[in-house]
């Protein structure tokens, strides 16, 4: 599985955006995909989660700003981040968690290249 994010970007504080993170090239199925953070100087931390049968769950210091959806017709996870604030900056990461190919198979951890947002003050 690759995984590509877009959507991020340079944004003013108050603004929103949608981040999307489009999936391909496996064959095996996709259990559960998310998003997390990774601030300058700070650990990567979970944003928000989703499985395949559509639970979602967020990172406990995550307000309700943020909305994860999945198209699972696409392929392709979106984070919708409404009123951003300066503390939002940080570089967005898409993982997903991957059926392994056998049923005693682990499953697999993949990870996106990241999206840097920055929101301005």
């Known amino acids: 599985v690759q995984l590509v994010e877009s959507g991020g970007g340079l944004v003013q504080s108050g603004g929103s955006l949608r981040l999307s993170c489009t999936a391909s090239?496996?064959?095996?199925?996709?259990?559960?995909m998310a998003w997390y953070r990774q601030a300058p100087g700070r650990e990567r931390d979970l944003v928000a989660r989703?499985?395949?049968?559509?639970?979602?769950m967020y990172g406990d210091s995550i307000e309700g700003r943020f909305t994860i959806s999945r198209d699972n017709a696409r392929n392709t996870l979106y984070l919708q981040i409404n009123s951003l604030k300066p503390v939002d900056t940080a570089v967005y990461y898409c993982?997903?968690?991957?059926?392994?190919?056998?049923?005693?198979?682990?499953?697999?951890?993949?990870w996106g290249q990241g999206t840097l947002v920055t929101v301005s003050s």
């Open positions: 989703i499985t395949d049968g559509g639970s979602r």
């Open positions: 090239g496996s064959r095996f199925s996709i259990k559960s």
């Open positions: 993982y997903a968690q991957v059926y392994g190919p056998c049923i005693e198979c682990p499953d697999i951890d993949v």
